[in-house]
T-cell receptor
């Protein structure tokens, strides 16, 4: 079983829509959680951390459910520039484990 | 200029050839990493180094070796390349608070390697 699993999508949404997707992780002792963004053929970049109480960063909301071992990302009022692959990242011991990513395409 | 620079950016080679991918950084970070990315698999950690004298194997180190020549330089070698090493390779850095704490790795732009 993969340490971090994501629905690959793609999620195709119109501008202004809300899109949400989850990621599940297998290690219940995982310590920290993050979302990265990766544009096509580019390097990944940190989008935001995920805190136990949930947190927002502008139009982005991240939630953590330790009991069910999943984290989620919600994007409100989608922009064309939000089109990217979103990588779920889980920290365990010495390393970060990356999911394969969820692709979001926002259309005009 | 990018803070984390990888060379070459693209390379096509043949089975059995020795290949070196180089990474240099100007961020002043002690920690450096090599990942490979394959479609549908996510980023997998090959090797990591927390300082010049510290080298550690990651999840998929077989067939790879590394050298940390200086704080700013971390190179990845494929001694005898094989087709299933065809992938996109990323170098990354973090400070001591990065990685597990803040989750922030700074990636290079990637090196696309094709082994025929």
């Amino acid at each position: 079983r993969k340490e971090v699993e994501q629905d690959p999508g793609p999620f195709n949404v119109p501008e202004g829509a809300t899109v949400a997707f989850n990621c599940t992780y297998s290690n219940s002792a995982s310590q920290s959680f993050f979302w990265y963004r990766q544009d096509c053929r580019k390097e990944p970049k940190l989008l935001m951390s995920v805190y136990s109480s949930g947190n927002e960063d502008g139009r982005f909301t991240a939630q953590l459910n330790r009991a069910s071992q999943y984290i989620s990302l919600l994007i409100r009022d989608s922009k064309l520039s939000d089109s990217a692959t979103y990588l779920c990242v889980v920290a365990n011991d010495y390393k970060l484990s990356f999911g394969a990513g969820t692709t979001v395409t926002v259309r005009a | 200029d990018a803070d984390v620079t990888q060379t070459p950016r693209n390379r096509i080679t043949k089975t059995g050839k020795r290949i070196m991918l180089e990474c240099s950084q100007t961020k002043g970070h002690d920690r450096m990493y090599w990942y490979r990315q394959d479609p549908g698999l996510g980023l997998q950690l090959i090797y990591y180094s927390f300082d010049v004298k510290d080298i550690n194997k990651g999840e998929i180190s077989d067939g790879y070796s590394v050298s940390r020549q200086a704080q700013a330089k971390f190179s990845l070698s494929l001694e005898s390349a094989i087709p299933n090493q065809t992938a996109l390779y990323f170098c990354a850095t973090s400070d001591e608070q990065g990685g597990l704490n803040t989750g922030e790795l700074f990636f290079g732009e990637g090196s696309r390697l094709t082994v025929l």
